[in-house]
């Protein structure tokens, strides 16, 4: 069987259920995507790794079929301290199990293995991968996505203060306890953008709005603390409107191949005093949404 939609499609899909702790959808679309062909092997390898984790972790969840779209949410209870269990069954098994999770998270490639490993760190105890989390996040060269993750690793092991981040030529002073969570716990400044662009594509353009809502939500991990993150949460009308109206041009970009500033200005109503920010925040969405994670 070939894939009947694109990887990123089904990629964003699987990145959605695992945030949403949607464990049953995620095994389902795994076993999904492990049935289709095409892809390369270590695709195949994350995948598996990836469900043999899940099915494990979550025996309750391991009975649905992934069918293309997302069933009623899940009962999660207990899905947390289930999860903390299975970290210290982890380390019973294997006493240097932490150590090596720790390795995946700082040596290999960003992934969704990666993400896995620091979900699973968030659950073992002691002060030994605080330092080592809170030492690393700080070093240069490190995807900022991954950076945010970490982050959010740290808060839920209940770590405080203040880490410095370096992203580029600009250093980001980030509060670990303030660090969101999930997409709800962002200032209601960042979903404000998102309504500007619902409000233009949610009816005639409803694939737009959601690749714009995973394309948002990933790029303020990216740019959280920063100064661009900062004038965002102004909430001036003029500034929303110019990121909203980036966002809807990077989009439209991606999935149609054209590009139509002046309509996109006229649309978001904005002004030639607001062009060149514009231009910026488009650039940076841009960039940020042409390199591969």
Known sequence: MLFPKTLDYYQIQLTVMLESERYGEAIGLLRFLLQCQGQ??????????????????????????????????????????????????????????????????????????????????????GEEVDYALTDWVQKPGIHPILQFRTMQTLRRRGVQGAVELKRGSENVVVEIEQVPLQNDDFPPQVAQVLERVAEQTETHEPTLYYFAQELWGQFMMSIYGSEAYYSILTGEDGVLDLWAGALHQ?????????????????????????????EQAYRMLNSFAGKPL
Do not use: C
């Open 40 to 125: 390369e092997e270590r695709h195949y390898e994350e995948w598996q790794s990836l469900l043999d984790w899940l099915e494990a972790a979550f025996p309750y969840a391991s009975q649905g079929e992934y069918v293309g779209e997302s069933p009623a949410h899940e009962e999660d209870m207990g899905a947390q301290e289930m999860a903390r269990q299975m970290a210290k069954a982890k380390l019973q098994e294997d006493a240097d199990y932490a150590n090596k999770l720790l390795h995946r998270v700082m040596h290999e490639p960003l992934s969704e293995a990666t993400l896995l490993a620091l979900e699973q760190l968030s659950f073992f105890e």
């Open 250 to 278: 990077t989009v439209s970009e991606t999935l149609n191949g054209t590009r139509n500033e002046e309509e996109t200005r006229t649309m978001y109503g904005i002004t030639e005093s607001m062009r060149f920010p514009f």
